[in-house]
């Protein structure tokens, strides 16, 4: 399984989940800066997927995930799995206040939070 995960570098957060999960062992992972990959970005915004609302993984160049839906998918497949229920809460609530948090630390240390 090729899986490609575009996220947000400069965001602390984005950055230690990336390098934790643990998925190359077993599938083919790459992971993208989506600051630095403009094109691939417009094209998911042509298709309805905004990187400032979460990540975005492809998976085999025919699936595409996006936030909650992309960290369960990589949860699934990891060996270091982080628990996240795929619930109305974790939808509604939590995934909601991690965002809000990326943005606020992403302003206190000088970065833009939108892409």
Do not use: W
């Not at 083919?28 to 630095?36: K, P």
């Not at 025919?62 to 949860?75: C, E, S, V």
């Amino acid at each position: 399984m090729k899986i490609e995960l575009f996220y947000d570098k400069e965001c602390p957060f984005c950055k230690t989940y990336a390098n934790y999960i643990k998925i190359k062992e077993k599938h083919n992972l790459m992971l993208i800066n989506a600051r630095e990959d403009k094109e691939a970005i417009k094209e998911f915004d042509n298709l309805g997927f905004n990187i400032n609302d979460g990540f975005i993984i492809r998976v085999d160049e025919d699936k595409i995930y996006q936030g909650l839906d992309a960290i369960i998918l990589l949860n699934e497949v990891s060996r270091n799995r982080i628990y996240f229920k795929n619930n109305k809460f974790f939808r509604n609530f939590v995934y909601p206040f991690v965002k809000y948090i990326r943005k606020i630390v992403l302003f206190c240390l000088g970065k833009n939070s939108k892409l």
